[in-house]
Structures are given as C-alpha cells and as structure tokens.
C-alpha cells in the first residue's frame, strides 16, 4: 500500500505540487522525538556521556575557518556515533545534481540502476550554495520570490542527491530508520526505488522507516538512497526569517536500527520542594510495538489503550538517574564508577495511539544538585525496556538537570531565583559552510560566550543543531527555543492574509512546534519555549500556545508577535523598546508578567551604544529581567574575487535580488567568532561582580550571582595616578553569597599607601576578578570581571604652565609672501600658509612630523547606525545640510609676535561652507588662535560657531596629517580598545601604547571606527629617531576623543568592504572636542540618546600642541606642563 501511495505523493505523480499544498505537511513520516541513541546496555549509556562530554576547548579556539581544517571537520561530521553499535552516519561525499526545477530532474535517478558517474560529488552534510552550485540568496524581511501563498516559483532548483550504503549483519531482524536531522526546504526519499517518504520543515529531523525496502543486514548488495530537494516549498513561507536563504542536507544523515518493540520516546520531568532540599522525578516513556501483533489491543474509534495484561507481562520499562561525576578507574577503563542516585519505579499507563503503548514512572532523589547556567550540575538518565526474563531489550539514554522554572509577579524564576537573562540571539552560521553547524564552531561560540559573561541564548529564530542543546545542557547557559515560524514577508502585502489567521495554515504550524518540543523536551537548558518570530498574531498562535502549555507546564511560553504582550505569552518579549518604555512597562501595576527583551541593542557594524543605559535601568527596576541582544555573529560569507582576494560577502554579492545588502552584519563577533569591540563593553554590563563607589569614599563590590558564592574567585587591584600604576595587590575579601555586598574604604584599604603622597593629578582604581581556578570555559587566571572607579578626589589645586624654553633667544619668524615660519633654532620648525592659515609643515630636530593641518572638522565617515531612518537618518539631515562637502575658507590671518613673552600668536578666521557656495552661505565660523612659545609648545585655542538650522553634528575638532613614518602611538585615556562616548564603560583609563596600524578596526562595512575616548594626551613618535608629536587638552578643556589612522575619512566612505581600503600617504588624526555618540538601541532610526547627541551651538575649547623627542617621554611632558598647588 505504501509503495501504491508512493507513487502518487512522490514525482513523477498526476501534476498535483504537493510541494505547493499547505495541508500536506509529510508522508511516512514518524512522529518526532527525542534523539536515540539505540544502546545495547547501561554501561555502554554511562560510557556514551562520559566521552561525550569530553571537550576540549583549546582545539576549538580555532575551531573550523580554513579549508583544511573545514574538509576534516565535514569528513567527521557525525563522529559521535562511533560508539554507538546500532547507528550508522550516512554523512560524507554523496553524488548530487542540480536540476533548474522539480519537473527537470533526471528521469528515474531513484533507480537503482541509474548511471550517476558523471555527476559530481557534494559533502553531505552541507548547502549547495556553499558549494557552488546555485547562489546564496540574503533578505531580512522581503521573500526571495513573490508573495503568492502556497505556490512558489517554477524556477525552483532541486538537489538530486544519492549515495549507498549497507547493514552490518549484527542489525539483523530489527528495525530500520533513516533519520534525516534537517534539510532545507521540501525533499523527497527513494531507497531502492522504492518511495520511502516526504518532509517539510527546514530545521527539524525527517525519519522514515525502511526495514521493508532494505537489503538483508549482512548482504553484500548496496542499498541505493536517493533524495530530491526542493529549495522552494509552501513550508518557504513559514521561513522568512533574516538569514541566508540556504538549501540541501544541511545536517547528518542517520540510519537507526532499533529492536522489534521499543523506545520511542520519554520525557522527564522535575519538581523541586519548596526548600530545593529532594526533587520529585516523573518519566513518560512511549513505547513502540507496532511491528507486533498482539490480539485485542485496539478499542473502539481511533485512539486505544493496549491491553495492559498481555504486554506488561512481556515486556517492563526501567529508568535510573546516575551522578554524572562518574568516571572509569585509572588501570582498567572498562571498569565504570558510576552511582545511580535515583531508580523510578512504574505507576500508570499512558494513552497512545495504534501501535505504542506509554509508560509513566516517578521516583525521588534527595538533596539533587541542581542545574542553573552558572553551576551546570547534570545527571545521566538511562531508560531500559526489558523482556520477561529480565534481559535488556533496548536502552536509551540523555543528560538532565534537576532544576525548576517558574512564575512569579514581575518574575521569572529558576530554582526559585529571579535570575538575569544576559542573552544574545544565535544564528547557526558558518561562514565557508552556511547553515551546516560543526561542534567545534558550537563549542567556540560556547566558549566566547561565557568568557564574555553571556548566560543565555536565544534561538534565532528556529530549532538548532542537537548538539548545540547538550553543549548549552554542559557548559550552562539558559536558552529560548524557537519554532521555525517566521512570516515577516506578509507585513508587506494588505492583500494576503496572515497564515496564523488562515485555519489551512494551522496544521503546518502547529507540527512545526510539536516537533520542535518533541525533540528538545528534556533539556535543562531551555527555559521556554517560543512560538516563532515576527509571525504576526491570531487564532493559530493562540493555539499553538495551548498545546504547549497543555503538553510541558515545566516551562514558561515566549511570543513577541502581536505586541509582546498577548495572552501567549508568559513574558512580555519586546524587541528594540527604549529604555524608558520598557521601565515604563515595568512600573504598570496591571502588568504582572517579567519583561525580558527578546532583541536589543542592534550590533550593526561600530555599534551597541547606549547599552550600559540599559543595564542601568534593569538592574535598578523591578520588573526588568534582561534580554537578548541582535545578534551574535556578523553573518558574512567568505568569497574568493578573480584576483584570488578573500573578502567577507553579504547580500547582493553573488548576483542575488532580492537582497538586503550588509543588513546581515549584526554580530557581537566576524564571522570567524573573532569579538568585535563591542564585546568588551557586554562583557563588562554583564559582569557577574559589580563595582561601584558610594558616597566618593566607600567602594562596594556586589556579586550579582543568584547560586554561586566568590570561593573561586580572586580579587586584585590596581591604583592608577596620570595613568601610571602606584601600586598593585590582591585584596583579601571575605567570601560572599550570592546577592550580598562588601565595603571596602578607600582610604583606609590596602591600595591607600599607593596614592598617598602621590603627585598624581588624578587617581584611579581597578578591582579585577580573576578565575582562582579551571572551568569547562576558561584557564586559571581569566578574567571575570573588571571595574575602575575614579578619580578619585585630591588635595592638589591642578594648573597649566607652559614649559620654559631651553634656548629662549633662539625663538624666531620670518614671514614671507606665501608663508609663516616660525622656529627654534634646530629643535624645532613650524611653517604655516600665508594665505589658508593652515600649517603646511612641522619638523622635529630635522625630522619632519606634520604633513597637512590644522583645519576644523565636522564631518565623519557614516556607520550603519548614521544610516538608519532612511529620510530621517542623521546621514540623510548631514548630506541634506551638506556637511559632507564643507570647504574652509580664509577670511583672514594675523601674525603677532610677542618677544617679551618668547611668544608668537597667529589668528586665523575660517568661514565654513558647501563647497562651490562659499560666497553665498556660511555654515561655520570658525576662529583659531595659535599660541607659539619658545619651547615648542602651541596651544591652540578653537571657537565654533555653527548655524543654528544645522542639525545634530558628527563631530567638533580638529583634523591634521602626520607622516607615516609617526606611526608609535602612546595615550593616557580610555582603552586599549575601540570606544566611544555612549560606550565606553568598560574601558579604563590609563596610558597605553600601540601602532597606529593596529588601532584600525576592520569592520567588514566601513566607516567611522577605531576611537578612544577622553584622551587627556597622545603621543605619536617616529619609529626610528623618537621625534615626534605630544597633543593634551588643555586650559580646563574636558578629554578628547582620539582618532587615528592610514585610512583617512573619505577612504572609509569609499569603500564597501573592509579589503577594499587604500592606505594613504599619511595618518590622519582627529582630535576632537565633541564626538557624536555611535547608537545601537537600533539600526533603523536615529537612535543616539540626547545626551550623546553633539548640538550646533557655540563651542570654545583649548588643545595643546608640544615636540617630542627619543630624550624625552610623554610622561615627562605631561607632567612639566601640569604644576600642582598644594
């Protein structure tokens, strides 16, 4: 019958696209399920986990980027089931063929008999697209085809895949499952010609039974598999989530073979006391018989109860909780230690339908060790059927955690704590692999995370790899998990309705949820559940939320869709809300329900400002839980142009329209997991140990942990005065529980000594907490977290001086026709034009030092953030006031010269305005003020005044160009990292020194990057010859914000990758007095708080302008120039 079936559902059939019928989901298709794993004993399940959960982080820190160690990875893809004796990986190099469409592929390539030896071969698992084959396709929001549910485009490229296998002889005269993990989009399956199944759903397993189409175990005769797949299907609809669209067997084939009667399924349960001292365990097992005839076991209508006499007394079903810190003796690895700490013990039946049977037992274990994300306790569950006289007849086996997860007003609480969610969504994305996810890429990402103090994940936006689950289980992490539903597409369009208000729909989405449940249901990870996202909202979700709360009450239910706040949701979930909305939501009274935001604080490209104000209002409102940040990994391919150039591609770059061009560059990291700066700042807003002063003089440190106390954890700190470390030591706390906090007194804890009688102008400490010792995710020593505090106050009255002149004589001018020139002698030499004002040239003990400057800027090359809102961007007001095409002009320029005071004094007046409009507008009036002393020193004072109809400006400084060869960078200010004024939180202030080289930031969209914030002072030096170029603010000025590079501002708007950027001839630097905040709440509209905005109002300010030399240090100078007053 099946095979009659067959031959209508599978092509060719009667013209009826099934793969365009959203009623007709699957065929011989078996119910969903946990993972099997078809073990033969208890011991061989205790050895599985011992060796599964052996990870080993220092070889995934590399994790799988270059070819080599891609090809290797792919050839042991499915590697774990080498010790598993009754299932086989079908995961390698398949023969493949890509047809234009379903009705173009090879006549019968099902057959056995087919001749394939002129296709090419395809690594399975994987996407075509990644292989050549066809073109990856990037959207957000719009489908890669028309909006004209169920149907989809004749041009429909299908996979045509085969590959052979055959059974070893030990599998005889038991059952055969092909077990498919995910294949995008709609496929079909042969084996042996014979029409074995069909399947949708591009991120859950697929599994047929095949026992009746297979060669006998332990023949010689192959058994051919062939599949076809679709890259479009009805199912694409439900799909629109923002990601590559990617096609093919994109993660392991399987084949199971499994005993007449057996586990099919269970799901364990737990319930803690109310003083978390025993748990009450409960297990459903699902047993399948169906390939057993057993007389009066079906009642009337078509669900049934199996006669209860007749199989318990054939079979029982056992199930036992072991401790996991099992492990094998030292001599003897097949003697085991393990320690069953809980045996469960039959109750009830359960109803199944035709064929199973259910099973229901409970057990207690007293004083469990619980799970959460920071202690990840986990125990091995074995599930044994047996027969009548007591031999094991099949065995199972997963990791579970003993932990609760319930509700409370404004909370959600896990073991009775309202924990943080210090979230991130997770793509699965690989960028020489697409969608196929290996685990050592899972394991990086782990690694990276809690490194970073991430404890929870998102899902984005459908079910993963399983893998990814027990590695989430392992290293803790709380996790959301989603169902494959997105239909973000239909916003678009008034004339389709919303397939979860269309009841035709309801089938595909409501499968799609089971099987995303079914499979995942006994993780501790997972906290909740999700329903989709940007799916909209109505009739369906509300039942898809039903049948979740019906069948798991262990776990809360998540759905943004409808407004975040419908009665499907146990969280209100919204993504991109403002700070002060969603503090608003928290202080409703009627709002009982905790706020978790699903997405925020968009990692677009230099982005993620303003998240400290986030965690500000979180961690001080009641109410506010945390959320998930968009997203973790920038989602780039890598491409290889003609010329053999390596770059990072994102959409439209591989001739693919629709697209969303870099909208896919999202990511807290590059492709390659390498952090993006903006990691250093939600490192440190998620850090577990806070710092913070309390009335000027008391610092408190607070674990912020909700189950771990400091025992292992070291405390060390660090006093900083101008910069430069006092004094360092560990500081001896007591150890604190969770939630508890210490005061340490500044002037009476150990650092006191250091500052005392310092004549530091300024005093910093920092507290960093470091690991006392290894964990699955980090070495001795890391760092958990760091805080600085400060300054500190002093009893210095701080003054400016300039430095007196070594040969004060020797001070002269000269100006000529086209030039002033302005000089000391041999030390130094400043030659400024005549007619611009600007200084042409500045040498330092002969060595020429500044190649062009000093001229005002306003203008910044845009970041991703700049460009958000379309006409309302800030991108859009600049170019609509033509800031990015201002000219200077002269009006004019004085010379003075004072002898008395060693002195030279030039003024230049600038009018700013577009170019090619200079005698009709004025945008700028800008007046520099060049105080020249005999020392050397300048000081250069600035007045701004812009048109009040301008908008917000990018920036207020100045510009200037140093040689190359300037290339030493020395600074005291905020570091060592990328930062900017809304995010700089985590970065310290000290002095720190680089190569200009290595401060650029090589975001693979540019724009404006590699700053430093509140700069007191920077040096640049020659390599060679240590002359060079000392820059401070100065005369009550506030800190700089720092800029320098090889790629000048016009190069970093140019190009439309980073690879793309020519260096230039000099380094450009920018010294600014105001620097417009970066962004990040979103990527769509103008985002950057007020506070950060930089207003066209006057400004005045002061920066100061001294020659370097190898003699002489810039701490040196710093110093000489400051005078304290006692």
């Known amino acids: ?34 993972p099997l794993h078809c073990h033969e004993s208890v011991e061989g399940s205790l050895r599985y986990w011992y060796e599964r959960n052996k990870v080993n982080i220092l070889v995934s820190k590399d994790a799988v980027w270059d070819d080599d160690a891609v090809a290797k990875a792919l050839d042991c893809a499915a590697y774990w089931v080498k010790d598993l004796p009754f299932v086989k990986s079908l995961s390698g190099s398949w023969k493949f063929f890509l047809a234009s469409s379903p009705s173009n592929t090879p006549l019968e390539f099902h057959d056995i008999s087919f001749q394939d030896s002129s296709w090419p071969t395809i690594p399975v698992p994987s996407n075509w697209q990644m292989h050549g084959f066809d073109v990856p396709i990037y959207t957000n929001v719009v489908y890669p085809f028309p909006l004209n549910p169920p149907k989809v485009p004749e041009d429909n490229p299908t996979g045509c895949y085969r590959t052979f296998f055959t059974l070893p002889k030990e599998w005889e005269d038991r059952r055969i499952f092909l077990h498919f993990e995910a294949v995008d989009s709609a496929f079909f399956v042969w084996v042996n010609g014979h029409p074995t199944g069909y399947s949708q759903d591009s991120r859950l397993p697929a599994e047929f039974e095949i026992t009746e189409f297979c060669h006998p175990c332990g023949s010689d005769k192959s058994n051919c598999l062939a599949v076809q797949v679709m890259r479009w299907c009805d199912g694409s609809y439900l799909e629109d989530q923002d990601h590559w669209w990617l096609s093919g067997i994109h993660r392991d084939v399987l084949l199971l073979a499994k005993p007449k009667v057996f586990i099919a399924d269970y799901f364990f349960k737990s319930n803690l006391s109310d003083d978390f001292t025993s748990a009450d365990l409960q297990i459903e097992v699902k047993i399948d018989h169906s390939a057993m005839k057993i007389d009066n076991s079906i009642e009337t209508g078509s669900w049934f109860k199996i006669s209860e006499d007749k199989f318990i007394a054939s079979y029982t079903v056992e199930a036992e909780i072991y401790d996991t810190g099992s492990c094998y003796t030292s001599n003897e690895r097949s003697n ?13 039946s359960v109803d199944y339908r035709l064929g199973f049977v259910g099973y229901q037992l409970i057990g207690k274990l007293q004083m469990p060790k619980l799970w959460t994300a920071e202690q990840p306790n986990l125990y091995t569950l074995v599930v044994t059927l047996k027969d009548a006289s007591g031999n094991v007849v099949d065995c199972e086996s997963c990791q579970v955690g003993i932990r609760q997860i319930t509700k409370a007003p404004k909370q959600l609480l896990v073991n009775g704590q309202p924990v943080m969610i210090r979230g991130v969504n997770r793509h699965e994305h690989h960028p020489r692999l697409g969608k196929t996810n290996l685990e050592p890429c899972m394991v990086q990402d782990l690694v990276v995370m809690k490194q970073n103090n991430i404890n929870a994940v998102r899902n984005s936006h459908y079910p993963q790899h399983p893998r990814w689950y027990e590695l989430c289980d392992l290293f803790g992490m709380y996790m959301i998990d989603e169902a494959n539903i997105e239909t973000h597409g239909f916003h678009l369009s008034s004339n389709v309705r919303h397939p979860t208000c269309e009841p035709v729909w309801a089938s595909a989405m409501l499968d799609r949820v089971i099987g995303m449940v079914d499979r995942d249901k006994n993780h501790a990870c997972i906290v909740s559940w999700s329903l989709g996202n940007e799916a909209g909202y109505g009739p369906n979700h509300a039942a898809l939320a039903g049948w979740v709360r019906g069948k798991d009450s262990t776990r809360v239910v998540h759905y943004e869709g409808g407004g975040a706040q419908t009665s499907s949701t146990d969280i209100v979930c919204p993504m991109y809300m403002r700070v002060w909305d969603m503090v608003k939501i928290a202080e409703d009274p009627s709002e009982l329900r905790p706020l978790i935001l699903c997405e925020y604080s968009h990692a677009m490209g230099n982005s993620s400002g303003n998240i400290h104000e986030y965690w500000e209002a ?59 700066p903006a990691l250093h700042e939600v490192k440190f807003v998620y850090q577990p140990i806070k710092v913070s002063l309390k009335e000027g003089i008391v610092k408190v440190i607070t674990n912020t942990h909700f189950f771990s106390t400091t025992e292992a954890l070291a405390f060390e700190w660090i006093v900083h005065g101008d910069g430069y470390e006092l004094g360092s030591g560990t500081l001896d706390l007591p150890t604190l529980e969770p939630q508890k906090s210490y005061d340490v007194k500044w002037d009476a804890g150990p ?13 910093f400490l920092t507290i960093t907490v470091k690991l006392l010792g290894s964990t699955r995710w ?35 001018t000269q100006v000529l026709d086209d030039s002033i020139q302005v000089k000391n002698q041999n030390l130094w030499e400043i030659k400024f034009n005549q007619q611009t004002g600007a200084i042409e040239s500045w040498k330092v003990a002969g060595v020429s030092v500044m190649t062009r400057g000093i001229l005002p800027c306003f203008w910044r090359a845009p ?35 004072v002898p008395d005071n060693n002195l030279v004094k030039i003024t230049v007046a600038y009018l700013g305005a577009p170019r090619g409009e200079e005698k009709s507008s004025s945008q700028f009036k800008v007046d520099f003020i060049y105080s020249i002393y005999g020392s050397g020193d300048v000081i250069l004072e600035c007045q701004v005044k812009p048109s009040s109809d301008l908008p917000p400006l990018p920036r207020v400084g100045i510009e200037f160009h140093l ?40 975001y693979i969209v540019p724009g404006e990057s590699s700053g430093r914030a509140d700069v007191r002072w920077v040096a640049f030096r020659d390599s060679k010859d240590g002359c060079g170029i000392f820059a401070s603010a100065y005369g009550g000025s506030p800190p700089m914000q720092m800029n320098a590079s090889f790629y000048g501002t016009a190069e970093l708007e140019r190009a439309k990758h980073d690879v793309e950027l020519v260096k230039g001839q000099d380094i450009e630097v920018h010294l600014d007095h105001k620097h417009m905040g970066i962004g990040g709440d979103d990527s769509w509209s103008p985002c950057v708080h007020d506070k950060y905005l930089v207003p066209a109002v006057p400004y005045s300010f002061s920066i100061r302008l001294s020659p370097i030399t190898a003699a002489t240090s810039a701490r040196s100078i710093y110093k000489s120039q400051l005078q304290n007053k006692m």
Request: hydrophobic fraction near 35%; charged fraction near 25%; glycine fraction near 10%.
């Open 1 to 34: 019958m099946g095979s009659l079936i067959g031959q209508f559902v599978l092509p060719p059939n009667n013209g009826h696209k099934i793969w365009e019928d959203s009623s007709f989901i699957k065929w011989r298709k078996r119910d969903s399920h946990v």
């Open 778 to 812: 980090a070495e001795t020593g890391h760092i958990v977290s760091s805080a600085q505090v400060g300054p500190f106050p002093i009893k210095h009255e701080i003054v400016h001086r300039i430095t007196e002149a070594g040969n004060a004589a020797a001070l002269s």
């Open 863 to 897: 970041t991703d953030n700049d460009k958000g809102g379309e006409s309302e961007s800030y991108l859009s007001k600049w170019k609509g006031a033509k800031l990015n095409n201002l000219t200077f002009t002269t009006e004019s320029c004085t010379v003075l010269d």
């Open 618 to 676: 979180i961690d001080s409102t009641f109410g506010l839980q945390g959320g998930f940040i968009w997203d973790w990994v920038d989602q780039a391919l890598l491409k290889e142009g003609a010329d053999g150039t390596k770059q990072w591609a994102y959409g439209g770059e591989f001739g693919d329209t629709p697209n969303d061009l870099n909208f896919c560059l999202n990511g807290l990291t590059w492709p390659d997991r390498t952090p993006h």
């Open 336 to 348: 085991l230690l393990s320690t069953s700490v809980a045996r469960l013990q039959l109750t009830n």
């Open 751 to 763: 650092w006191s000594d250091s500052w005392r009688n310092s004549d530091a102008t300024e005093i």
């Open 963 to 1002: 040689e190359k060869s300037m290339d030493q960078i020395e600074w005291y200010g905020r570091g060592p990292f990328e930062c900017y004024p809304d995010r700089k939180a985590a970065a310290h202030v000290a002095v720190y020194e680089k190569d200009v080289g290595s401060l650029h930031v090589p």
